[in-house]
């Protein structure tokens, strides 16, 4: 093999539409493709020219456990790498979200956010 990348993380979302709307604006993704999905649901594709991320929402869907972080392929954060940390954190925060977790580590810096979903995201910058 030549070589290998990730190409796509699915996940679960309560809407679709409106998660791939707010990671558009914060990270300047694009949606790549949108329609009826397994079992009666919506998705979602949203993403750059490299990798994207599967935004499914299921005809019944159900909230999870955000407290418990044991299961096994649980979903713990999704990460992000941004030129400038500081303009996207403001722009986390006019979606709504808090920001926690600021840390200055070798070799950059970071900050996380949960999303309307509970879903956590890192987000760094290198340099």
């Not at 954060?77 to 400038?84: A, L, N, R, T």
Request: glycine share 10%.
């Amino acid at each position: 093999m030549a070589g290998s990348g990730l190409e796509h993380v699915n996940f679960t979302v309560a809407d679709p539409a409106k998660t791939a709307r707010v990671i558009c604006d914060i990270y300047g993704w694009s949606i790549r493709w949108e329609g009826p999905a397994l079992a009666g649901g919506y998705a979602v594709h949203v993403g750059n020219q490299d990798a994207y991320l599967a935004l499914y929402s299921p005809a019944q869907a159900r909230r999870r456990d955000l407290t418990d972080r044991s299961p096994i392929g649980n979903l713990n954060h999704v990460g992000f790498v941004v030129d400038d940390l500081d303009a996207t954190e403001e722009k986390v925060k006019a979606h709504g979200f808090k920001t926690h977790s600021h840390a200055d580590y070798e070799p950059g810096r970071r900050f996380y956010y949960n999303d309307d979903d509970g879903i956590e995201y890192e987000v760094a910058s290198y340099g």
